[in-house]
């Protein structure tokens, strides 16, 4: 039997580091570096940080209503979402990486694994249809699909600055 009392930080512990590696991967980048394309199709490397930050907080606080609610507008950046997302300077994002972790990591901190399983009803600002696409989710999914998709796009990021000379995250 598992003891449903530890935090949950105890079973994220890579999360941190990743952050941390993130955060001194993007920290020196100049603006003219954050403009390089990921690829010949594909976002910028500053795009591609903001999709990352609009991510965590769409589904920490859109969702499970986790971190200050000053954080709403971090949303709005990811270029997935915003034709015309401002660009921002490194400065910038890595403050943001850190507001957003900070809200992930005091999540973590409080939750247990008893936490898990609580279910999630899709929030009311998204439309009828993305709300029948996503459905309920559960804690344990968001989660997951949160540091997936982190480390999705981290591989991204890794290959984008190599490609330029720059150091990546792995």
Same mark, same amino acid.
């Given at each position: 039997?598992t003891d449903q009392s530890l935090?949950?930080?105890?079973?994220?512990?890579?999360?941190?580091?990743?952050?941390?590696?993130? %955060?001194?991967?993007?920290?020196?980048?100049?603006?003219?570096?954050?403009?390089?394309?990921?690829?010949?199709?594909?976002?910028?490397? +500053?795009?591609? %940080?903001?999709?990352?930050?609009? /991510?965590?907080?769409?589904?920490?606080?859109?969702?499970?209503?986790?971190? /200050?609610?000053?954080?709403?507008?971090?949303?709005?950046?990811?270029?997935?979402? /915003?034709?015309?997302?401002?660009?921002?300077?490194?400065?910038?994002? %890595? %403050? +943001?990486?850190?507001?957003?972790?900070?809200?992930?990591?005091?999540?973590?901190?409080?939750?247990?694994?008893?936490?898990?399983?609580?279910?999630?009803?899709?929030?009311?600002?998204?439309?009828?249809?993305?709300? /029948?696409?996503?459905?309920?989710?559960?804690?344990?999914?968001?989660?997951?699909?949160?540091?997936?998709?982190?480390?999705?796009?981290?591989?991204?990021?890794?290959?984008?600055? +190599?490609?330029?000379?720059?150091?990546?995250?792995?």
């Open positions: 039997m935090p949950l930080t105890t079973f994220y512990e890579g999360w941190a580091t990743y952050q941390h590696r993130l %955060v001194e991967i993007i920290a020196p980048l100049s603006s003219e570096q954050l403009a390089f394309p990921a690829s010949s199709h594909q976002w910028t490397i +500053g795009m591609l %940080v903001q999709h990352i930050l609009g /991510n965590r907080v769409w589904w920490f606080q859109g969702w499970m209503s986790e971190g /200050n609610p000053d954080l709403a507008p971090i949303m709005q950046l990811d270029p997935g979402d /915003n034709e015309t997302p401002p660009r921002l300077a490194a400065a910038e994002l %890595v %403050v +943001g990486l850190e507001d957003t972790w900070r809200m992930i990591d005091q999540a973590l901190a409080r939750w247990t694994s008893a936490d898990l399983g609580q279910v999630f009803s899709p929030p009311a600002f998204l439309s009828e249809g993305e709300k /029948n696409y996503f459905g309920e989710r559960t804690r344990q999914g968001i989660i997951w699909y949160v540091l997936q998709h982190e480390i999705h796009h981290g591989g991204e990021l890794s290959l984008a600055l +190599g490609a330029y000379g720059l150091a990546g995250i792995y």
